[in-house]
């Protein structure tokens, strides 16, 4: 005689190694315990049937998340953030080093992260400490302290507080964390490239080509977007890129290219990757929800640094996700105040740089996945199993006996029209506001706790303590 269940979920479409089946999902002490048949009898303190609109699926794991707090709490803050990802079908979060004061370069930084965050978050939160001039020789220490790896820009990052790598610098990064197993996440941009660009005489679209034949005459100095695309080439992600890859190959290194933008440096990237160097790329939905002719001049909600490029630039990252070049989708959820925002009234060099996806990655990946026939179970690969693969996380990205009970009961053909104002991230500016998206995260189960859903929104109330865990890098003491 065994003790019931805390929690059976049924759905006549679970997500179950790579495909769907009729099933019973038992949830005991916040771990899946057993799938069973889906008329199975379970005692269980609570049961829930799903409609047969809604398919079960396991938590997304957005491993690009900028929260920016403490430090700019006003930009994004931990109880704004994770609640948002779990109104998004997202269970778990990994923070960016940086927005925040101070940037998690530090042991000590970690910490003030850990506690700011701790009383805050409805969803897991982990964190990925930087790799900043000041900090190289010192990595080992963030690493044992539980951070995923390290963040680098090759480029400016925005923020003074956050200096970025030169190539040589880049170099001594590698081989420091080569030598303790650790992994570099690049924003790679390259400072040259981009100097050049802003020095060329006249701007214009990199693929001009693409642009319809009566394009309107470009709109005053930065207000222009396919002026503010010229001054983000191309050839600036392809040098980066170039350099990573050296870098990878001369010291064994693990990186991970962030917001890839680009599709220009994807044969260097297949090249590496059939050389067998330890590369991952992820993209943004951003990047394959939008392209470069449907966004107005002067509609900074969409400026984004590497920038959303054309429409054909869009179909060939598309490809790469189909064919594994692209290992991961992640939202690079980077949100500021609504004033950072506009400031400039549309120029596009003025505007803050980031685009506050976190709540609506996941249907927007999916609508437009949809679109090209891609299934859903694609997408999950992409958003939760390889991105849990990615930082490490064996007990999440897939709904198997043992794994954490991070469920998401999910109906892909609802659709739903974005309303910036009813987002649950702190500023309300949003890329998407008023487009239609299909999918919509009906609940959220976070351990096998409703986070999200017509429960959930009761248990926001601020009565209760929020049920999300501080995750720490496997293997680290942190
Ligand atoms: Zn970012």
């Known amino acids: 005689m065994t003790a019931p269940y805390d929690l059976v979920v049924r759905s006549r479409s679970v997500l179950v190694d790579g495909g769907w089946r009729e099933a019973a999902v038992a949830v ?15 005692e269980a303190h609570e049961t ?18 900028h929260v920016n707090e403490p430090g700019r709490t006003e930009w994004e803050g931990f109880t704004t953030a994770t609640r948002a990802a779990a109104a998004g079908g997202v269970t778990t979060i990994v923070d960016m080093p940086l927005n925040s004061i101070p940037p998690t370069t530090t042991v ?10 701790a009383p805050q978050a409805s969803v897991d939160v982990g964190f990925w400490g930087g790799a900043i001039p ?38 001594r990064a590698l081989e420091e964390i080569a030598g303790f197993g650790g992994l570099l996440i690049v924003h790679a941009e390259d400072p040259d490239a981009l100097d050049a660009a802003a020095a060329a005489p006249t701007p214009r679209a990199s693929d001009s080509s693409a642009a319809p034949a009566a ?35 001369a010291t064994g290194a693990r990186a991970h290219i962030l917001h890839l933008s680009s599709a220009r440096a994807l044969d260097a990237i297949r090249a590496a990757k059939a050389e067998g160097l330890p590369l991952t790329v992820e993209t943004c939905p951003h990047y394959l929800a939008f392209s470069a002719e449907q966004i107005p001049d002067g509609a900074t909600q969409f400026k984004c640094c590497p920038p959303i490029r054309d429409e054909a630039n869009r179909d060939l990252l598309w490809e790469a996700l189909v064919d594994g070049t692209i290992d991961l989708i992640a939202s690079d959820h980077s949100p500021s105040t609504a004033e950072l925002k506009f400031a400039g009234d549309g120029d596009f060099q003025e505007a803050w ?7 609506l990655s996941f249907p927007a990946v999916w609508t437009a996945a949809r679109e090209r026939g891609i299934p859903l179970e694609r997408v999950l690969g992409w958003m939760s199993a390889n991105t849990a693969a990615f930082v490490g996380l064996p007990q999440k990205g897939a709904i198997e006996a043992g794994r954490d009970a991070d469920l998401v009961a999910f109906a892909p053909e609802e659709e739903f029209a974005v309303d910036a104002g009813a987002l649950a991230h702190k500023n309300p500016v949003s890329a998407y506001d008023g487009r239609s998206l299909r999918g919509v995260v009906a609940t959220t189960w976070l351990r096998g706790r409703i986070v999200h859903g017509a429960a959930g929104e009761l248990l926001d109330e601020g009565t209760r303590a929020p049920l999300g ?5 496997p293997g680290s003491i942190g």
């Open 28 to 42: 005991r002490d916040g771990v899946i315990a057993a799938i069973a048949e889906y008329d199975e009898e379970l």
């Open 48 to 65: 829930v049937t799903l409609p047969e609109s809604q398919v079960l699926v396991a938590g997304v794991v957005d491993t690009h998340v």
């Open 108 to 117: 000590e930084g970690l910490a003030v992260k850990r506690e700011a965050a």
């Open 134 to 171: 000041s900090s190289l020789g010192s990595l080992e220490p963030l690493w044992n302290a539980g951070v995923f790896g390290f963040k680098a820009f090759l480029a400016p990052s925005g923020v003074d507080e956050f200096p970025h790598l030169t190539t040589p610098e880049l170099r």
């Open 215 to 249: 394009a309107p005459a470009p709109a005053p100095d930065g207000r222009d977007y396919g002026a503010f695309v010229a001054s983000r080439p191309d050839a600036a992600e392809q040098d980066a890129i170039a350099h990573v890859i050296d870098g990878v190959r």
């Open 353 to 359: 740089g980031g685009i506050s996806g976190l709540q």
């Open 469 to 473: 865990a501080l995750l720490s890098r």
